[in-house]
Nanobody, 125 residues
Framework: QVQLVESGGGLVQAGGSLRLSCSVSRLPFRQFHMGWFRRIPGKERELVATISYDGGDTQYAESAKGRFTISRDNAKNTVYLQMNSLHPEDTAVYYC??????????????????WGQGTQVTVAS
């Protein structure tokens, strides 16, 4: 069964940084695109960043560009999200998700159907 476990969330002051990690088990990791999504209270999950199966391509939400960096280590079955210059508006539960290569491009949100439990990020003003 697919298992994704996020870590690294916490409380940080505005302007600070956090690095989220997501470990994936029981999967041929290299066969999956990976993504980070977040759920702000009162809203649906939204895309933050995605990365292709081989790490060669990435995409970011407009709100994340220039501040967040997604990366992956296929040898460790782990995907990361480095978040800098955090805003209070970034406060959310952040989720790791995966998409099989066979489902299509990493770029499109459709197909990210497996999720971790989420990790809370709180940015204080």
């Amino acid at each position: 069964q697919v298992q994704l476990v996020e870590s690294g969330g916490g409380l940080v002051q505005a302007g600070g940084s956090l690095r989220l990690s997501c470990s994936v088990s029981r999967l041929p990791f290299r066969q999956f695109h990976m993504g980070w999504f977040r759920r702000i209270p009162g809203k649906e999950r939204e895309l933050v960043a995605t990365i292709s199966y081989d790490g060669g391509d990435t995409q970011y939400a407009e709100s994340a560009k220039g501040r967040f960096t997604i990366s992956r280590d296929n040898a460790k079955n782990t995907v990361y999200l480095q978040m800098n210059s955090l805003h209070p508006e970034d406060t959310a539960v952040y989720y790791c998700a995966l998409k099989p290569r066979s489902s299509g491009s990493f770029y499109y949100q459709e197909g990210y159907g497996y999720w971790g439990q989420g990790t809370q990020v709180t940015v204080a003003s």
